[in-house]
């Protein structure tokens, strides 16, 4: 079974950038897609981006596309998430999240995913 930890969260400025990690126990990472979601006060969780196993696909929300990118290091079991240009719509607790079921195929939907994080904590001051 995965396991998942996020890191890289904190207080930035509007127009600045994060990147966050989510470092994975268990050897059947480098087999199964990942993906970050976000949510925040109030309001449901959100897909963000997701990764295939291999790293040649992904899939982002169209909030963030072209600022964000998802990108993963099979060899150390980590999967990151660059921000950029970042608002204060970004705002949120982003989790990183693992689809076992899924290799090839980029899931998108938080019900395909079956393994969270706790969470890291993005604030963004405008």
């Known amino acids: 079974q995965v396991q998942l930890v996020e890191s890289g969260g904190g207080l930035v400025q509007a127009g600045g950038s994060l990147r966050l990690s989510c470092a994975a126990s268990?050897?059947?990472?480098?087999?199964?897609?990942m993906g970050w979601f976000r949510q925040a006060p109030g309001k449901e969780r959100e897909f963000v981006a997701a990764i295939n196993w291999t790293g040649n696909s992904r899939n982002y929300a169209d909030s963030v596309k072209g600022r964000f990118t998802i990108s993963r290091e099979n060899a150390k079991n980590t999967v990151y998430l660059q921000m950029n240009s970042l608002k204060p719509g970004d705002t949120a607790v982003y989790y990183c999240a693992a689809a076992s079921e899924y290799r090839l195929v980029v899931p998108t939907t938080a019900s395909q995913f079956n393994v969270w994080g706790q969470g890291t904590q993005v604030t963004v001051a405008s």
């Open positions: 268990g050897r059947a990472f480098s087999s199964i897609a």
